[in-house]
């Protein structure tokens, strides 16, 4: 089966083999292929309202080679899920359409509460015996992040999605190369608010574990263990103090995005953005009172696959 993930900022494929149901609750997915690419859908979407022409074509020329995989590797199912970025335009049904023209599947527009689901799926599965539950779940993306409490044997407890994202807060907030002090207090209070509004929506401050997902989680994690190249398997459940993350988050604010270009973990897509998503993941932390997350290579694309298993 395949997955896409279509987020703000990116669009991701898995395609795998979902495993026999008789192997067990945490019998892994057999990864066949996975991609990224950064297509940033949602620009200008905070400010206009609408998806930009080329942030589609971008979208669609990624899209049609995943499709090239999903049929060169010969998929029987896909499942499509957008997010933020395409629940919030209003020239949404212009996505819809190069979708289903391009993928031949039309995009399922999830809910907040679905994306928290579905990524909460993905990320406990298989989390090490030291991440004690209840785990809080956090998945920082372009335009919302989402806030899951729960355990793998019972499920999800309670989710909320809010917007703010990388791409979001960048955009509002963090104009200058490097932004201003100024302009980073406004983030980080803008920030604050909406965190403290997920965390009375959702019992976060009695989780014993924040699990940390996609790519601003991860690359702060790659940075925080001085990696000279980009290593999922060394990123995947490492476990970094919140002072670490503290450190790396003011050091990202302070360059420009040049120098953090420069970083060797950083995808070129990303290093605009970086900041924000870092700042959040310090704030998040510091409003739940956590001394550390446990980041996880698996999220809501690894949901949508096991999504697909039947019943």
Not at 47 to 64: D, N, Q, S, Y
Not at 161 to 171: A, K, L, Y
Not at 261 to 275: K, N, S
Request: with cysteine.
């Amino acid at each position: 089966m395949a997955a896409i993930d279509c987020g703000t900022n990116s669009i991701r494929l898995l395609v795998a083999d979902l495993p026999d149901p008789s192997a067990g609750p945490q019998a892994p997915l057999v990864d066949l292929a996975r991609r990224m690419e950064i297509v940033r859908l949602g620009q200008g979407v905070d400010r206009t309202g609408r998806l930009a022409p080329e942030a589609i074509e971008r979208t669609r020329v990624a899209l049609a080679g995943y499709a090239a995989e999903i049929e060169r590797l010969g998929v029987d199912r896909v499942r499509m899920c957008a997010t933020s970025a395409s629940r919030d335009a209003s020239n949404a049904a212009d996505f819809r359409a190069m979708v289903t023209q391009t993928l031949g599947v039309a995009p399922e527009v999830v809910s907040g509460d679905e994306e928290a689901r579905l990524s909460f799926t993905g990320a406990v599965r298989g989390l090490p015996a030291d991440a004690e539950p209840p785990y809080l779940v956090v998945d920082i993306g372009g335009g919302s992040t989402e806030f899951v409490v729960g355990t793998r044997e019972g499920g999800v407890q309670s989710a909320i999605s809010v917007d703010i994202g990388c791409v979001r807060m960048t955009e509002r907030h963090l104009h200058g190369d490097p932004p201003t002090v100024d302009e980073v207090a406004a983030a980080q209070a803008d920030i604050a608010t909406a965190v403290d509004l997920a965390l009375a929506a959702v019992p976060g401050r009695e989780a014993a574990t924040l699990v940390g997902l996609a790519g601003s989680v991860t690359t702060v994690v790659a940075i925080a263990q001085d990696l000279q190249e980009y290593d999922p398997e060394r990123i995947h459940h490492a476990r970094v103090s919140y002072e670490r993350v503290a450190g790396v988050t003011a050091d990202l604010l302070a360059k420009t995005a040049a120098q953090r270009l420069a970083i060797p973990v950083m995808h070129p897509g990303r290093a605009d953005v970086i900041g924000a998503g870092a700042l959040v993941l310090k704030v998040i932390m510091e409003r739940a009172g956590m001394s550390s997350v446990v980041a996880s290579e698996h999220d809501i694309l690894d949901g949508i696959a096991w999504s697909q298993q039947p019943a």
